[in-house]
């Protein structure tokens, strides 16, 4: 059997989400379920009756914890009846045949799929690009959750989530299961649509992704070996927002950043580099923290 796990908080999209995913789900007859994590308290009931076919989870957030993100995958896991799980998000809608294609390779004896995720159509992301380079190899060594599937046995031999992370969960699972030793297949047919929200919503999220980045390199010390080769960007605007003082003595500094400018012209390079700064500040933010 295989397992589609959507984790949702207060996301309206998730009407879409599960009309998309139980569509293809009917290209797998007997052989899959839906559950859905929801952490609204209540307030996606609506939806809910909606869809009587979606396996309900109603999750409750424990004292302390604002961000709940790595417990609700692991209760999906937990309570899912599926050899293979199947991990999506509320908001994102499926291409045709991505169901079918993300656990295509499962079936055939790989143990880890992820597939691509995109901006939806007419909307303006940063992301995109990123997503094709970073699915581009037969197989990779770090993903997200938002278009990812599994065996049962992976997660169990990992052991799930870190629940100490708010964000980065995804990406710290991903390390733990490539230094576990399982392969992870590409499949960048396998598309899902997401819709990434306006621009003050992406640099939020830059800001906490950058915080979360800081965190997974302190858990995963040895990876910090490689840090200038594989991720510059924790180094490099960092250390350009911290050496901003020197504008005082040199007032060319800032112009450092038309290199950064120039490398991404196509993309809109000031907002590539507003968006990098605030990821720099997050990892500053979560450098100094205690």
């Known amino acids: 059997m295989i397992s589609i796990v959507i984790i949702s908080k207060d996301e309206e999209g998730l009407e879409g989400t599960l009309r998309g995913v139980a569509r293809q789900a009917q290209d797998l007859p007997d052989r899959s379920e839906i559950l859905v994590v929801d952490a609204s308290e209540g307030r996606l009931d609506h939806i809910r009756d909606h869809h009587r076919q979606v396996r309900w989870l109603a999750y409750q957030r424990p004292p302390g914890v604002r961000v709940s993100i790595p417990h609700q995958r692991n209760l999906g896991v937990r309570a899912a009846r599926g050899e293979i799980v199947v991990f999506t998000d509320a908001g994102c809608y499926p291409e045709q045949e991505w169901l079918v294609r993300l656990v295509g390779p499962l079936l055939e004896g790989e143990r880890v799929t992820v597939g691509l995720a995109l901006a939806s159509p007419g909307s303006t992301t940063l992301y995109d690009k990123h997503a094709r380079q970073a699915i581009r190899s037969p197989y990779v060594t770090e993903f997200s959750t938002i278009n990812l599937a599994f065996g049962r046995e992976v997660f169990d031999a990992v052991g799930g989530f870190d629940e100490r992370f708010s964000y980065g969960s995804d990406v ?56 200038l080769r594989d991720d510059p960007m924790v180094v490099a605007y960092p250390a350009f927002l911290v050496g901003l003082p020197l504008t005082l003595v040199w007032p060319f500094y800032p112009a450092l950043l038309l290199i950064p400018a120039w490398r991404n012209r196509v993309d809109g390079p000031i907002r590539v580099i507003v968006d990098h700064l605030v990821y720099g500040v997050g990892i500053l933010a979560e450098l100094v923290a205690p």
Not at 204 to 213: L, P, Q
């Open 172 to 227: 710290d699972f991903s390390w733990r299961v490539s230094d576990a030793g399982y392969r992870v297949c590409s499949v960048p047919e396998a598309v899902i649509r997401h819709d990434w929200g306006d621009w003050r919503r992406q640099l939020r999220r830059s800001y906490v992704y950058g915080k979360a980045r800081m965190r997974l390199f302190r858990k995963h010390r040895p990876s910090l070996k490689r840090v």
